[in-house]
């Protein structure tokens, strides 16, 4: 392992020195003279397999300590996505931390899973027009013969239940439902069940304490359906773009391509993009401090 992953969190905040993470600082400040406060950036590869998760938020809190937030935080978003619980913790700290107790969200292009509950917590998001957020319904990896395969517990949770009632209505022969039945285990339905009403839970305070406050959590359920089950998407990589975002009732700007700040947000989304896809797997920074996780050899 290396040093500097057994390091303390704060200590483990490295002021990189070569050229690339320099031209990202100066876009960072570029950005802060137009947007008027300290912005941060949170990338985690969609190349590597790595995910949101605890270990991140330790890093942002460490990050944010440092910097003076008196007058806000602006977040620039960028991953596939991970634990929900973990988005959650990420929000706290982002309100905690912010002077204003508020953040906006920016998504330069992708904010998928755990990122777009991320971007729930904001008191808006900022987006461009292909910029994408995606459905929060928990998914399940399974490897079959070598082949990790991705299944929608909603989608695990619906095929038992329709399983179960037809053969709860079937009078003659129920051994074909019984053989079905028994590829599934109850515990992990319930277990299933219980994920996926702790996604929409995390979503509906969040919405409920932010961007939709005064809205009960009935009616937000209902205005966020979309990204709540695949039933409408009917993928979970199926990008949520900024007009049926903002249809949801989420509280949204949409930057014009030909805007400065359009052009710098693109740059810095290409350069740190680039950099978790070969060199590194995350990446989170700001104009004064940035941390790397090595990619995978």
């Keep these: ?67 003076d937030l008196s007058n806000g935080l602006a977040v620039v978003v960028s991953s596939p996505g991970g634990f929900g619980i973990t988005a959650e913790r990420i929000i706290n700290i982002f309100r905690n931390y912010s002077g204003t107790g508020e953040y906006w969200a920016i998504v330069p292009s992708k904010a998928k899973s755990a990122a777009t509950m991320i971007c729930f917590g904001a008191s808006k998001i900022i987006m461009g027009g292909t910029s994408e957020l995606g459905p929060i319904d928990p998914q399940i990896a399974v490897s079959e013969k070598g082949i990790t395969k991705r299944f929608s517990l909603c989608n695990l949770v619906d095929s038992y239940d329709d399983l179960f009632q037809r053969a709860v209505k079937e009078k003659n022969n129920l051994q074909p439902y019984l053989q079905q039945l028994a590829n599934y285990d109850e515990r992990e339905i319930k277990e299933f069940r219980t994920a996926i009403s702790l996604s929409e839970d995390i979503a509906t305070r969040t919405l409920s304490s932010g961007m939709m406050k005064g809205m009960s959590e009935k009616e937000i359920k209902q205005k966020i359906e979309v990204f709540l089950t695949p039933q409408k998407t009917k993928s979970h990589g199926r990008p949520i773009y900024v007009k049926e975002a903002i249809s949801c009732g989420l509280k949204i700007d949409l930057i014009d391509k030909k805007e400065k700040l359009y052009e710098l947000f693109c740059e810095l989304y290409t350069r740190t993009n680039n950099f978790v896809s070969t060199k590194a797997s995350k990446c989170i920074e700001n104009s004064q401090y940035s941390f790397a996780t090595p990619a995978p050899k």
């Design 1 to 67: 392992m290396a040093e500097n992953e057994t390091m303390p969190i704060i200590k483990r905040i490295i002021i990189e020195q070569n050229q690339g993470p320099k031209t990202r600082k100066n876009i960072f400040i570029e950005l802060e003279k137009i947007l008027k406060m300290p912005i941060i950036s949170y990338f985690t590869s969609f190349r590597f397999p790595v995910m949101i998760e605890d270990a991140d938020a330790d890093i942002l809190e460490g990050i944010l300590q440092k910097t």
